[in-house]
């Protein structure tokens, strides 16, 4: 079992910026691609950013140019920048850890943002 743990949510404004990190204890965390999605109120999960272990990026186009996916292997942590934050970017963030094929989810981190 694979776990993950998510922290940096919280309330913010529309345009403010918050930063997301994504940690897990799995002694390989360098060699695995990792991603970000989100599950707005209502709504299915969706993919926000994606982390190859060698460090490609891919972004859905609702956050490319405000959000940034990078990682620090030596801290086994993963973050998400996420700038000029929108309303309709409240949502639970979840961060994903593929392994083998399978997929590790965390509990994920609370997300406002308010007009």
């Known amino acids: 079992q694979v776990h993950l743990t998510e922290s940096g949510g919280g309330l913010v404004q529309a345009g403010d910026s918050l930063r997301l990190s994504c940690t897990s204890p799995?002694?390989?965390?360098?060699?695995?691609?990792m991603a970000w999605y989100r599950q707005a109120p209502g709504k299915e999960r969706a993919f926000v950013a994606a982390?190859?272990?060698?460090?490609?990026?891919n972004y859905s186009d609702s956050v490319k140019g405000r959000f940034t996916i990078s990682r620090d292997n030596a801290k086994d942590t993963m973050y998400l920048q996420m700038n000029s934050l929108k309303p309709e970017g409240t949502a639970i963030y979840y961060c994903?850890?593929?392994?083998?094929?399978?997929?590790?989810w965390g509990q994920g981190t609370q997300v406002t943002v308010s007009s």
């Open positions: 994903k850890l593929t392994w083998f094929k399978s997929d590790y």
């Open positions: 799995v002694r390989t965390f360098g060699s695995h691609d």
């Open positions: 982390i190859t272990w060698d460090e490609k990026t």
